[in-house]
């Protein structure tokens, strides 16, 4: 093994995807048919007695599942074990320097094109901030496939959902997604997709319905 392929070069040492587009962003395939049982966050996973049965989403805060950039191979097994896994939510704030939000872009379809490498079934996740993201938010992203997103955080404020109701018509017009796995509200203007949607439960939801079990 030579000295470059022990060093950590961003994960390049593990793989190397030639990418599309302008910033060379890893492509995900599509994922035609997923029926998943049960959802449940990054958070959760480690300590999930049957995987077989769930799906693992990352729509939590980012420091909670960093680790599996930093740590790629480690969590390779564990995931292998889930119905389906979502694309890492790395965020793009519109705030953020637009450099970070490439990165975290191309950090999601690094880490889901490698799952999917070493077998794992990957769900793409699509995710924007304000309009500018919209330029290369798309790029690498399967079309007529299932995808994941989530509009928890986007509700509370209209300049928020504006951008959200902005970037979900322009992934509906280029992806045409075939089933949309949904974190958060689905407000009133997106109602009229409801038969490809399907809701992942929340954190309060999950355990209520477990109570109840």
Known sequence: MSYRQQRNYENLQ?????????????QINPIYDCKVDNWISWNFALSCDEPEYHGVHFFVDDYQFN???TNPNSYLSTLRKFQ???????SPYADFPKTIQLYNHYRKHWLAAYWQLHGITVIPTITWSDEATLEWCFD??????AVAISTVGVMNKQEYKDWFLCGYREMMSRLSPTKIFWKGTVPPECES???IIVKLPSFVQKWRNKAEE
């Open 140 to 145: 690498g992203e399967p079309k007529n496939s």
């Open 193 to 195: 997709d409801l038969d």
């Open 84 to 90: 389906a896994v979502c694309a890492p939510d790395f």
């Open 67 to 69: 680790r599996v950039w």
């Open 14 to 26: 593990f793989a190397f995807f030639d990418g599309v587009g302008e910033y060379g962003i890893p």
